[in-house]
Structure formats: C-alpha cells, structure tokens
C-alpha cells in the first residue's frame, strides 16, 4: 500500500485562544469481531484565536486496511486482499486499491 494522502481542513473555533494550542492525534484502533475498526486517524489540531487547522492521513477504510494487514496477516496484502470481509450490498468486497 503507498503511503496516505494528506487531509486539511480549516474551521472557525468556538473558544477564543489568546496563545496558540497544539494537538497530535495517534491512530486508535479497536477488534471488534475479530476485524479491525478505526476509531480515530493520526493527525494534528492547531488553534489559534478563532480559527483552527486540522490535518489527518487518509479515512478510516486505509488505516483498516493497513491493521488488516499488518496485524491480522503478517504484511501479506495478497492473503489479506482474499481474506477482507467486508462486501456491499450486491455481495462485492469494499477492499480499496490504493496506489
């Protein structure tokens, strides 16, 4: 898998902040029925005054991907790509190619 593409977005804040506030999200992730979820994607919050900035890597299906791979098949996107359980509604898999 290549590695994830850059979101930013930019926001009015709700709380004035006279010095500016920094936070650094890391990837949080959960099994749940024995497949991964992503509760939260890594990224980072800076707020200064009214106004903040966020920026992440990617959605959540990439970094689900990613744990499916690297933690439930050892790094073998070709056994993890058979295995992936999810399938839309005509039966399909959801497996992104992302390259």
């Keep these: 898998m290549k590695k994830p593409k850059l979101k930013t977005n930019f926001y009015k ?7 500016p506030h920094v936070k650094i999200d890391k990837l949080e992730w959960k099994d749940k029925w024995n497949t991964p979820r992503c509760e939260k994607e890594p ?7 009214w ?4 920026s992440s890597r990617d959605d959540s299906q990439y ?13 073998d996107l070709e056994v ?5 359980k999810w399938r839309n509604i005509k039966g399909e898999s959801t497996w992104k190619d992302y390259e």
């Excluded at 990224?43 to 005054?49: D, I, N, P, T």
């Excluded at 106004?51 to 966020?54: E, I, K, R, T, Y």
């Excluded at 993890?80 to 992936?84: D, G, T």
């Design 43 to 49: 990224g980072f919050y800076v707020e200064w005054l």
């Design 63 to 75: 970094w689900e991907q990613k744990i499916w791979i690297d933690e439930y098949h050892n790094g």
């Design 51 to 54: 106004w903040g900035f966020h």
């Design 13 to 19: 804040n709700y709380k004035f902040r006279i010095l």
């Design 80 to 84: 993890a790509k058979s295995n992936w």
